[in-house]
């Protein structure tokens, strides 16, 4: 990738291309689904209405097979023949004769069959004799009532459609025999054929059990479990469903037709191909335009580039010179652009930065003789410890006893305050230095300030971030007491909470009744600590950064809150988790 790294021109030709390309790749992809789907749901509600009509035919030409069915009864000769239980040569000629007329008047009959139940003997007249004829002539199955019955039986490699039909005497019950007629499938292949196309396939299934009677491709392909998967889709009267047949997938259209005499269901398979056909085309014809933008746009985002390279070329070749040492360079360029103001600023910088370096040179002189007096004029912090217990003396010789006192804590205090090496202290001795603090504090303001200090033994020992306490307490002085009635008191309270969900916890509460913190100020507290950096505002410097600190030796382990009732109690409250294992077993 360093070939994209070091050229701003392939960064912005990649970056245009990208924002070109991707959007028309998914505006195509987008409208290729769309129009698939609509093209989808468009054939399918055109083949609902093709097979509707298909349907209606067959239900015709289904109508018309079973008519035949009643032509023995117009006879009246005939019935009285077949009522007889005499087989008389007369006989035997006029129903066989009626049997083969039935026979020859359909070019799709294979056979006619009928049995007779009162001479127990079978006429027959059928297009072959061989022995599939004969096997497809024997195969009886023995039927009751009066309604007539369809199953799919075989001719060799073929299904044919056997209609079975009891002939009753009527008014009687009496069976008189059985005609079978055996209907092969050229009129049924017509009558669908005419919408068969490429990569489509028409499925005609029979009875309430769905047996298969007509398919208009190779049994091989229609194979048992293809029409099986497609048996166990066939649920509501109309619809359709995602399928593949002979490795190609498509949509299975069907239409179930109730017929009462022979329920049927048509079934159509149109493959993905021809639905999307439409679809292909559009995508053709958009992917073409497509190009041509693609094309276009790489043409436009080389000159832009280049418009906008050949600026910052020149920037860099001044920069080169600037390097170099040579500060004398001018702008050749007229452009009002924000490459433009770009040049402007550089040349400006150049100029600014060449009278920077000329000043800089007389100033080094004088900034050296004035650090030579800055460190002839340093205070060893040794040297003021030692002037304050020389001081501390004097007052013990005069028997200033209390000025002694003051000046030795003050002492204590700056030394505690100026030990920059140490960071963590004991709690114990955080507290000696409030306590050396607070002695001079009480000094100053005499009878005005009261001050209280409760630590449980256990938490002297623990360590804490140096100067924790002492800006709080500042804070309550400053703030809440010289800025209120200017007496009051402050309460200090630490100690360890026993917690079994957790690590023992450090409770520290500074407590003070002086004028109070408003509502608004203590939510810009809130505010600024959420924001997770050193503040220098009007919050107070002490505070938001002792905090800040706290989260950053402890992170989710320290918790805190503030309240406030003014000339009652302003509170302030640390919560920190004690994890460490010494700890815990030094306070427990």
């Known amino acids: 990738m360093n070939w994209l790294k070091k050229s701003l021109f392939r960064k912005l030709l990649i970056g245009m291309l990208f924002a070109t390309v991707v959007p028309l790749l998914l505006s195509s992809i987008i409208a290729y689904y769309t129009t698939s789907n609509s093209m989808k749901q468009q054939v399918i509600d055109l083949n609902h209405n093709a097979m509707e009509i298909i349907s209606n035919n067959l239900k015709i030409y289904f109508q018309d097979l079973n008519m035949l069915t009643g032509s023995f009864y117009v006879d009246p000769e005939l019935m009285s023949y077949l009522r007889s239980e005499e087989t008389p040569a007369l006989q035997k000629i006029s129903?066989?004769?009626?049997?083969?007329?039935?026979?020859?008047?359909?070019?799709?009959?294979?056979?006619?069959?009928?049995?007779?139940?009162?001479?127990?003997?079978?006429?027959?007249?059928?297009?072959?004799?061989?022995?599939?004829?004969?096997?497809?002539?024997?195969?009886?199955?023995?039927?009751?009532?009066?309604?007539?019955?369809?199953?799919?039986?075989?001719?060799?490699?073929?299904?044919?459609?056997?209609?079975?039909?009891?002939?009753?005497?009527?008014?009687?019950?009496?069976?008189?025999?059985?005609?079978?007629?055996?209907?092969?499938?050229?009129?049924?292949?017509?009558?669908?054929?005419?919408?068969?196309?490429?990569?489509?396939?028409?499925?005609?299934?029979?009875?309430?059990?769905?047996?298969?009677?007509?398919?208009?491709?190779?049994d091989s392909v229609a194979d048992t479990a293809e029409v099986r998967d497609i048996q166990s889709n066939l649920l509501v009267n109309k619809g359709s469903f995602e399928g593949e047949m002979d490795g190609k997938k498509g949509v299975f259209i069907y239409i179930n037709n109730t017929n009462e005499n022979l329920p049927f269901t048509l079934v159509k398979f149109v493959s993905d191909s021809v639905i999307n056909e439409s679809a292909y085309k559009t995508l053709n014809r958009s992917t073409m335009i497509q190009l041509m933008a693609v094309i276009f746009v790489v043409i436009l985002a080389i000159i832009l580039s280049y418009f906008i390279i050949l600026p910052i070329k020149r920037l860099l070749r001044s920069m080169a010179r600037v390097e170099q040492g040579n500060f004398d360079i001018r702008k050749d360029s007229q452009r009002v652009d924000e490459l433009g103001i770009l040049e402007d600023r550089f040349y400006i910088m150049v100029r600014n930065l060449d009278d920077f370096m000329n000043r800089e040179y007389r100033?080094?002189?004088?900034?050296?003789?004035?650090?030579?007096?800055?460190?002839?004029?340093?205070?060893?912090?040794?040297?003021?410890?030692?002037?304050?217990?020389?001081?501390?003396?004097?007052?013990?010789?005069?028997?200033?006893?209390?000025?002694?006192?003051?000046?030795?804590?003050?002492?204590?205090?700056?030394?505690?305050?100026?030990?920059?090496?140490?960071?963590?202290?004991?709690?114990?001795?955080?507290?000696?230095?409030?306590?050396?603090?607070?002695?001079?504090?009480?000094?100053?303001?005499?009878?005005?300030?009261?001050?209280?200090?409760?630590?449980?033994?256990?938490?002297?020992?623990?360590?804490?971030?140096?100067?924790?306490?002492?800006?709080?307490?500042?804070?309550?002085?400053?703030?809440?007491?010289?800025?209120?009635?200017?007496?009051?008191?402050?309460?200090?309270?630490?100690?360890?909470?026993?917690?079994?969900?957790?690590?023992?916890?450090?409770?520290?509460?500074?407590?003070?009744?002086?004028?109070?913190?408003?509502?608004?100020?203590?939510?810009?507290?809130?505010?600024?600590y959420m924001e997770d950096k050193l503040h220098y505002g009007q919050n107070g410097i002490g505070i938001i950064n002792v905090l800040q600190r706290l989260r950053l030796s402890y992170g989710s382990d320290f918790t805190w809150e503030i309240t406030s009732i003014p000339y009652e109690a302003t509170t302030i409250s640390l919560f920190i988790v004690l994890n460490s294992q010494e700890i815990m077993e030094e306070i427990q």
């Open 363 to 528: 100033n080094r002189l004088e900034l050296s003789t004035a650090q030579l007096k800055m460190l002839q004029a340093q205070i060893n912090p040794h040297f003021l410890y030692n002037t304050m217990q020389y001081i501390g003396t004097i007052a013990l010789k005069m028997k200033a006893y209390e000025i002694s006192d003051k000046i030795s804590e003050l002492g204590s205090i700056l030394r505690y305050s100026m030990d920059f090496h140490t960071e963590v202290v004991m709690l114990g001795d955080e507290i000696k230095h409030i306590e050396d603090y607070m002695s001079i504090q009480m000094g100053r303001f005499k009878n005005k300030l009261s001050y209280t200090m409760t630590c449980s033994p256990k938490a002297m020992s623990i360590e804490v971030p140096k100067m924790l306490l002492q800006p709080f307490i500042e804070n309550s002085i400053v703030h809440g007491i010289e800025q209120g009635r200017g007496y009051g008191s402050i309460q200090l309270e630490i100690d360890t909470i026993p917690d079994e969900a957790v690590s023992p916890i450090l409770r520290i509460r500074i407590t003070d009744n002086g004028k109070g913190i408003k509502e608004e100020k203590m939510d810009a507290i809130r505010k600024e």
């Open 95 to 218: 129903i066989y004769n009626k049997v083969n007329a039935m026979y020859i008047s359909r070019l799709e009959f294979h056979g006619v069959r009928y049995f007779s139940n009162m001479k127990q003997q079978s006429f027959t007249s059928s297009d072959v004799g061989n022995r599939e004829m004969d096997k497809m002539l024997e195969d009886y199955d023995e039927i009751q009532g009066e309604s007539i019955v369809y199953s799919v039986k075989s001719l060799g490699d073929k299904r044919i459609l056997l209609m079975q039909k009891n002939l009753i005497d009527y008014p009687e019950s009496t069976i008189l025999g059985t005609l079978n007629i055996y209907v092969g499938l050229d009129e049924i292949d017509k009558l669908i054929q005419s919408q068969v196309l490429k990569d489509n396939a028409y499925f005609l299934m029979i009875n309430n059990q769905k047996q298969l009677l007509y398919t208009s491709v190779a």
